[in-house]
């Protein structure tokens, strides 16, 4: 088993729909769990991170953390052309390296 | 005023040859990284670098090879280069531990 998994996608919805994006991993021992955006031909760009199991809003987008399940996702409400990228989570454990998954490819359509 | 900034951008070359990627942080960070992407997008760790001292090598050919000057600079030297290290190579730093990591642009390499 992968240590992150998520699904590739790629995954295409109708401007204004709301996304729902998903990891699971394997290792317990992670603690700190992040959201990037990578748009083409970019770095990755941090979107969001928490420690903590529950929910973190920032505007449009909540990050989720059920760390009993060991699993994770990121909501986007209102979903914008400009949404459009490819969307990694990753997550590391305290003077570890970061874990990424291997991304979904999201097309929102205008 | 990059906060990562990583050179060259392109970079296309033969079988066989030698050559380096630069990379440069102005964050103060103390870790920094080399990441590989490959054509299917995984990104992979390399190396990671902290205050200078190697902390994580992770199954890399010894063809790689990582030199940090100061904890400003991760220079990645590759030798011999194969078709197979066609990918971009990303650079990332950050305060160590759990705190966000910050990525360049990306090294788009391609071994012909």
């Known amino acids: 088993q992968k240590e992150v998994e998520q699904d590739p996608g790629p995954l295409s919805v109708p401007e204004g729909a709301i996304v729902s994006l998903n990891c699971t991993y394997s290792?317990?021992?992670?603690?700190?769990f992040m959201w990037y955006r990578q748009y083409s031909r970019k770095g990755p760009e941090l979107l969001m991170y928490?420690?903590?199991?529950g929910n973190k809003e920032d505007g449009r987008f909540t990050a989720q953390v059920d760390k009993s399940s060991k699993y994770i996702s990121l909501f986007i409400r209102d979903s914008q052309p400009s949404d459009s990228a490819t969307y990694l989570c990753?997550?590391?454990?305290?003077?570890?390296?970061?874990?990424f998954g291997p991304g979904t490819r999201l097309s929102v359509l205008p | 005023d990059t906060a990562v900034s990583q050179t060259p951008k392109y970079l296309v070359t033969q079988m066989g040859n030698d050559k380096s990627i630069k990379c440069e942080q102005n964050?103060?960070?103390?870790?920094m990284y080399w990441y590989k992407q490959d054509s299917k997008k995984f990104l992979k760790i390399m190396f990671s670098?902290?205050?200078?001292?190697?902390?994580i090598n992770e199954t890399v050919p010894n063809r790689f090879s990582p030199k940090s000057p100061d904890k400003a600079h991760l220079n990645l030297h590759i030798n011999s280069l194969e078709l197979g290290d066609s990918a971009v190579y990303f650079c990332?730093?950050?305060?160590?531990?759990?705190?966000?990591?910050?990525f360049g642009q990306g090294t788009r390499l391609t071994v012909v």
């Open positions: 990753a997550m590391s454990n305290y003077g570890q390296n970061f874990v």
């Open positions: 290792n317990s021992a992670f603690q700190y």
């Open positions: 928490t420690y903590s199991s």
């Open positions: 964050l103060g960070h103390d870790t």
């Open positions: 670098y902290n205050n200078k001292e190697l902390i």
């Open positions: 990332a730093s950050n305060q160590g531990g759990n705190t966000e990591a910050f």
